[in-house]
């Protein structure tokens, strides 16, 4: 049941990146068909800004410590982390820096889903730990682009991501019957897009991974984490961002 279950998930998240590719190479073809440039002045404006939507899929990474081969753990098999779907919406604030770089500061709020199940050899039950949380992010990147072509570039995008959980639930919060963690976390974010430019918008599709470097367990242990010395976070994120144009519109009127 468990294999199959997974192999679900596997099948909802390749299904996801088929669509957001198939909607990057229609949305692509449309802005290249099109026998002039929009937005032709867009990089002289130094600001930016828009807002995007996003869906993930994400998941714990874990790593035992030396208490999980002990004989007082003989009766747990393994801990495996769940992945589940969850969305983000967010800003967009885009600094220009030069012709083929930006820096963007892109505040978002994210809806996530983890879980745990801790599977056991003595004809225990399967315990499942599940864990909802509303994070406010974010996200400082920076943006290279490639030279444009017609109306579309290619671009990868990178940065520090720091994450807060907006429950507001501390570290100094203990209890033993479930798994606490720090509600702050921090990650790294990096991904790749197309800028399609329209002309009254620019519309990006975007795949970013997200790898979390901040361990989350807390300092004081309990039953839940007993047998664990680290726990971080992964995700991947399909975005749509809309940014745009009605300054563009102010200068069209100026020089035409």
Known sequence: MYATHTRDKFYLLR??????????????????????????????????????????????????????????????????????????????????????????????????????????VDGQDDLLEFKDATMLEIPLLFKYKSARRGNSNMYLIAGPNFQFEAAGRGDGVRTRQKLELKNFNTTFDVGMGFDIFYELFKFTPEIRYSFGFRNLLPNTSNDFDAALSKLTTHNITAFITFEGGPTYLKRRKGKY
């Not at 899929?57 to 081969?69: G, M, P, T």
């Not at 969305?87 to 220009?96: I, P, Q, R």
Request: with cysteine; net charge negative; hydrophobic share 40%.
């Open 15 to 120: 299904l996801q990146i088929i669509i957001i590719l198939s909607l990057c190479s229609f949305v692509g073809l449309q802005g290249q068909n099109l026998n002039y440039d929009n937005l032709w002045d867009y990089d002289e404006q130094n600001v930016h800004y828009g807002f995007l939507i996003g869906i993930h899929s994400s998941d714990y990474r874990i790593k035992y410590n030396d208490d999980f081969v002990s004989p007082r753990m003989d009766s747990l098999h393994s801990i495996a982390p769940g992945k589940h779907f969850g969305f983000k919406l967010g800003f967009v604030v885009d600094f220009y820096v030069f012709q083929y770089l930006s820096f963007r500061i892109t505040p978002t709020v994210a809806f996530y889903e983890y879980d745990l199940t801790y599977r056991y």
